[in-house]
């Protein structure tokens, strides 16, 4: 509640809407108020706790009238944990949710009307699907993750989504390290995993297991104390090396599915030069370049690059890794600067703030045939669709992947023709 809010009484609404952010929406008095936990359909008894001046979050007290689509959620840690927000939802009603709020969000903030958006897509299992997590110690030292909007941690010590290998990694890490932060990954396939502490002001107290242990540095880097924190992971037939610093899917079946879409998206490559931004270690750069594309991959995290060359290599494909900030790379290109060809097809796969208006401008000034856009975040996504859209391109295709079920994120491979 903010500071000039007053004291609430709990009132009764019907949920009629939904956010990317994963919350029910109400009306109260005109306003609209975002009800975590709460269905479409459902008429519920809520208090809001705080009272902006264009919009409100509430509090739910008690479902009324529940959802068809309300299940019990599997996790004990809901909804105390804010890491799995949609757990009260039966899996394929989330994925309708997915698939509405990706079609919303482009219809208001990519101002497109009827967007060719598919149902979305079930990815694998339900549960037990993260290789990867990163755990916040409270006070006492016990491990687990943030409560929903707060730096408070919920300890938690068997978490739902993880798979078997990443959780064995976890029990062994116990709760008694010292760390402030443990970031723990593993992969069942190679039988690799590695752990990464982050020492607090107290003495640390490193855990034995069958896993690589790192400690991060304040300049970014990693000490090692058992190996170096390498991992390798097979993905559609290639197998990939990376280390606990550089990204990686954090879902195998998902890595596999996002492959798959995105060849199918860019069509036939081959003889092509494609562009493969914010390419990290090579996971889409690689099948590009064995379907027959002449591939240049721009990175700028400095470890990612090393490792997408080494995947390459490993796999005797030719890939051109530049070693450079994306925007700046594009605007050199835009600007006629560098010796790089203008390509073809463009893929690229930004961060959760999206690509922006500068790299998507110097993309409309290129003019690629085809731009095929991974995105983990709708909202970015529909931003950069007005600006491609009203830049001359057209959405051909939007794909909707449900890589992360029991929360509200969802992955989206679209396509746009010129």
């Given at each position: 509640?903010?500071r000039?809010?007053?004291?609430?009484?709990?009132?009764?609404?019907?949920?009629?809407?939904?956010?990317?952010?994963?919350?029910?929406?109400?009306?109260?008095?005109?306003?609209?108020?975002f009800?975590?936990?709460?269905?479409?359909?459902?008429?519920?008894?809520?208090?809001?706790?705080?009272?902006?001046?264009?919009?409100?979050?509430g509090?739910l007290?008690?479902?009324?009238?529940?959802?068809?689509?309300?299940?019990?959620?599997p996790?004990?840690?809901?909804?105390?944990?804010?890491?799995?927000d949609?757990?009260?939802?039966?899996?394929?009603?989330?994925?309708?949710?997915?698939?509405?709020?990706?079609?919303?969000?482009?219809?208001?903030?990519g101002?497109?009307?009827?967007?060719?958006?598919?149902?979305?897509?079930?990815?694998?299992?339900?549960?037990?699907?993260?290789?990867?997590?990163?755990?916040?110690?409270?006070?006492?030292?016990?491990?687990?993750?943030?409560?929903?909007?707060?730096?408070?941690?919920?300890?938690?010590?068997?978490?739902?989504?993880?798979?078997?290998?990443?959780?064995?990694?976890?029990?062994?890490v116990?709760?008694?390290?010292g760390?402030?932060?443990?970031?723990?990954?593993?992969?069942?396939?190679?039988?690799?995993?590695?752990?990464?502490?982050t020492?607090?002001?107290?003495?640390?107290?490193?855990p034995?297991?069958?896993?690589?242990?790192?400690?991060?540095?304040?300049?970014?880097?990693?000490?090692?104390?058992?190996?170096d924190?390498?991992?390798?992971?097979?993905?559609?037939?290639?197998?990939?090396?990376?280390?606990v610093?550089?990204?990686?899917?954090?879902?195998?079946?998902?890595?596999?599915?996002l492959?798959?879409?995105v060849l199918?998206?860019?069509?036939?490559?081959?003889?092509?030069?494609?562009?493969?931004?914010?390419?990290?270690?090579?996971?889409?750069?690689?099948?590009?370049?064995?379907?027959?594309?002449?591939v240049?991959?721009v990175?700028?995290?400095?470890?990612a690059?090393?490792?997408?060359?080494?995947?390459?290599?490993?796999?005797?494909?030719?890939?051109?890794v530049?070693?450079?900030?994306?925007?700046?790379?594009?605007?050199?290109?835009?600007?006629?600067e560098?010796d790089?060809?203008?390509?073809?097809?463009?893929?690229l796969?930004?961060?959760?703030?999206?690509?922006?208006?500068?790299?998507?401008?110097?993309?409309?000034?290129l003019?690629?045939?085809t731009?095929?856009?991974?995105?983990?975040?709708?909202?970015?996504?529909?931003?950069?669709?007005?600006?491609?859209t009203?830049?001359?391109y057209?959405?051909?295709?939007?794909?909707?992947l449900?890589?992360?079920?029991?929360?509200?994120?969802?992955?989206?491979v679209?396509?746009?023709?010129?």
């Open positions: 509640m903010t000039d809010t007053p004291q609430h009484e709990p009132v009764e609404a019907i949920v009629d809407g939904f956010t990317h952010g994963g919350e029910g929406v109400v009306r109260v008095a005109g306003k609209a108020v009800v975590p936990g709460t269905i479409p359909g459902e008429r519920v008894r809520l208090r809001i706790v705080d009272d902006r001046k264009r919009w409100a979050r509090e007290l008690e479902v009324l009238e529940p959802s068809p689509d309300r299940v019990p959620p996790c004990p840690y809901v909804p105390d944990c804010g890491g799995c949609l757990q009260h939802v039966a899996p394929a009603a989330q994925r309708a949710l997915k698939t509405r709020v990706v079609r919303e969000q482009l219809e208001r903030l101002g497109l009307t009827d967007p060719p958006v598919r149902a979305c897509q079930g990815i694998g299992p339900d549960r037990g699907y993260r290789t990867h997590a990163q755990l916040h110690a409270d006070p006492e030292g016990r491990l687990g993750f943030h409560r929903a909007g707060t730096h408070e941690v919920v300890p938690i010590s068997r978490c739902l989504v993880l798979t078997d290998a990443a959780q064995a990694v976890r029990d062994a116990g709760d008694a390290t760390a402030v932060e443990a970031t723990i990954r593993a992969h069942a396939a190679t039988g690799t995993a590695a752990v990464e502490l020492p607090g002001p107290g003495p640390l107290a490193p034995d297991g069958a896993f690589d242990l790192v400690l991060s540095q304040p300049d970014g880097r990693v000490a090692p104390l058992r190996g924190g390498t991992l390798t992971e097979v993905v559609a037939g290639r197998t990939y090396t990376f280390d610093t550089t990204f990686f899917q954090v879902t195998t079946h998902g890595a596999e599915t492959v798959t879409a199918a998206a860019a069509g036939d490559v081959s003889g092509a030069l494609v562009w493969d931004l914010y390419a990290g270690v090579g996971l889409l750069s690689l099948p590009l370049a064995a379907a027959g594309a002449e240049v991959a990175e700028g995290h400095r470890r690059v090393e490792h997408a060359r080494a995947n390459a290599a490993a796999h005797d494909l030719p890939v051109q530049i070693a450079d900030d994306v925007a700046a790379f594009t605007a050199d290109a835009a600007a006629g560098g790089v060809a203008l390509p073809d097809v463009v893929v796969d930004p961060p959760r703030s999206g690509a922006g208006r500068e790299v998507v401008g110097d993309l409309l000034a003019a690629p045939a731009i095929v856009y991974v995105a983990c975040d709708v909202a970015a996504l529909a931003r950069d669709t007005r600006t491609l009203e830049g001359g057209r959405l051909t295709d939007a794909r909707p449900d890589l992360f079920p029991m929360t509200h994120h969802v992955e989206v679209a396509t746009f023709a010129r």
